[in-house]
Every structure is written in structure tokens, then in C-alpha cells.
């Protein structure tokens, strides 16, 4: 069956330091205080992954994770860094996909597709993040985005690939703006996704698939999100910067 994910995106934050004290605590508060069996993904910035890896190392549901990666595997590619070079320091999972990377960073859907597939050549597993901005919304739009984005970045996949992918439905509209989603707008997106997974592959394949929500989750909302039946965890934040906030999230399933 599906697991139960608690994912912390720290994004371009925090130095060194910072981010160890950070992920010691949460190493550690998950350890005294977190009796249900959530894998915890802490995702830093590339240059803290090593440090983070040995922090996490004892801890058996403590994985890390990289917030980007290329979909080329070597060569002269100036500032970017491969899957191998992430799987030689221990990384677990790779965010492909994020918002900001599709609107600051202009990555299409083939971009993504290709991305998702080089993390699972290299034997990593994709967090592949979907989500429709408010417009798509307010329109009308907004399972058709999400459809289009799903089909493009992850459909492509063998039933097998796609059993090692994470989803992540991040509303535009609600990252990092305070502004969450109720939890029955995304239960039924989250519903309709799945859906998509057991039209394309088959109800079995569906329902061994993590899918995650995204967009301002706190320990306030986390319960009620979590509780949703297609609602398996959350990709996390400004939230996840917080050792205490953090813990609270992952205590909520
Ligand atoms: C995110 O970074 O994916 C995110 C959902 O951010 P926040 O929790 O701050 O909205």
C-alpha cells in the first residue's frame, strides 16, 4: 500500500550551519516524539546534501532528497548537476517539476518528462509536481492543466517506472502565499489524478501511489489535509524551515 510522505523543500535557504541544526533537530524530534511510520524527506540545497545525508544516516525513516536535477548525465553543462552525481551522495528522491522551476525557469513538459526519466534510470524516485495557477482556476481550467501536465511529464512511463513516482499537486495559487487549499478542493484533485493513473495503467497502480499535497501546509491544516483519503502527505515549504512547525506536520498523519 501507499506510504505516507512528509516532505520539506527548503528551496535557496539557509546556510550550512543553518540547515544542519535544522535537520538534526527534526532528525531528532522525529525520533522522540513521531510514532507513526511517515517517511520524512528532507530536501536542502545541493551544496548541504552530503552533510544532511550523514545527519540522516542512523535514522530509519529520514531519507533526502534534491530539489532539481538535469536530465543530461554528463558533459559540458555549466551549473547543473546529474542524478549520478546525486545518487553518489546518497540522495533518495528528486523534485522534478516544481513551480518555480516551470515559471522562473521556463521547464516544459518535454524538459520534465525527460528529467523524470533520467531519475528513474539512475534508480532515484521522482517527486513529480503538477498544479494549475489561480486563472486556470478560476476558469475552469484547472483538471484540465493538471491533466495535460500529468500526461506530458509522467504518462510516458512504464507501469513499473511509474509504481517509483511520487506526486506532488501543488495549486500555484497556494504556494507560499498562506493561502491553502480546502481539504475537499484537494481531495478531489487528488481523487481525479488517481483516476488518470488507473484510466492509463490500472486501479492496483493507481492505489500504490503516493500523491502529495502542496501549497502552504502548516501544522494547523496538516490533520485535516492528511485525513483526506487521497491525500497521502505533503511537500512542505516555508513550513519545513521550522524544526518545531516541521515535526508538527509529520505528527499529523
Ligand atoms: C513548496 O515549496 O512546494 C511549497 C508548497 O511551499 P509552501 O509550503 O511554502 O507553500
New binding site residues.
Given amino acids: 500500500m501507499r506510504k505516507n510522505i512528509a516532505a520539506g523543500?527548503w528551496?535557496m535557504n539557509l546556510d550550512l550551519d543553518a540547515g544542519k541544526k535544522l535537520a538534526s533537530e527534526v532528525i531528532n524530534m522525529t525520533a522522540d516524539e513521531v510514532s507513526n511510520d511517515a517517511e520524512v524527506i528532507l530536501i536542502p540545497p545541493f551544496l548541504h546534501i552530503t552533510s544532511i545525508k550523514q545527519l540522516a544516516g542512523s535514522s530509519k525513516n529520514v531519507f533526502v532528497g534534491a530539489q532539481n536535477c538535469s536530465n543530461e548525465a554528463s558533459g559540458a553543462f555549466t551549473g547543473e548537476i546529474s542524478v549520478e552525481m546525486l545518487k553518489s551522495v546518497g540522495v533518495d528522491y528528486v523534485?522534478v517539476g516544481?513551480?518555480?522551476r516551470r515559471e522562473i525557469f521556463g521547464e516544459d513538459d518535454a524538459l520534465l518528462a525527460a528529467k523524470t526519466k533520467a531519475v528513474l534510470a539512475g534508480g532515484l524516485k521522482p517527486i513529480f509536481?503538477c498544479g494549475e495557477k489561480l486563472e486556470s482556476r478560476e476558469s475552469d481550467q484547472h483538471f484540465a492543466i493538471n491533466k495535460e501536465q500529468i500526461e506530458k511529464g509522467i504518462f510516458g512511463l512504464s507501469k513499473e517506472e511509474i509504481l517509483k513516482v511520487v506526486i506532488?499537486y501543488?495549486p500555484v495559487w497556494?504556494?507560499?502565499?498562506?493561502v491553502t487549499a480546502s481539504s475537499d478542493q484537494a481531495q478531489e484533485m487528488h481523487a481525479y489524478i488517481r483516476g488518470l493513473i488507473a484510466d492509463k495503467y490500472d486501479q492496483e497502480t493507481a492505489d500504490s501511489i503516493s500523491i502529495l499535497y502542496?501549497?502552504?501546509?502548516?501544522p494547523g491544516n496538516a490533520e485535516e489535509l492528511f485525513s483526506q483519503p487521497d491525500v497521502d502527505g505533503?511537500?512542505?515549504?516555508?513550513?519545513?524551515l521550522k524544526s518545531r512547525d516541521f515535526v508538527d506536520i509529520i505528527k499529523a498523519f
Fill in positions: 523543500n528551496k523534485v516544481h513551480s518555480e509536481c506532488a501543488e497556494a504556494i507560499g502565499t498562506g502542496g501549497g502552504s501546509v502548516k505533503g511537500l512542505v515549504g516555508g513550513a519545513s
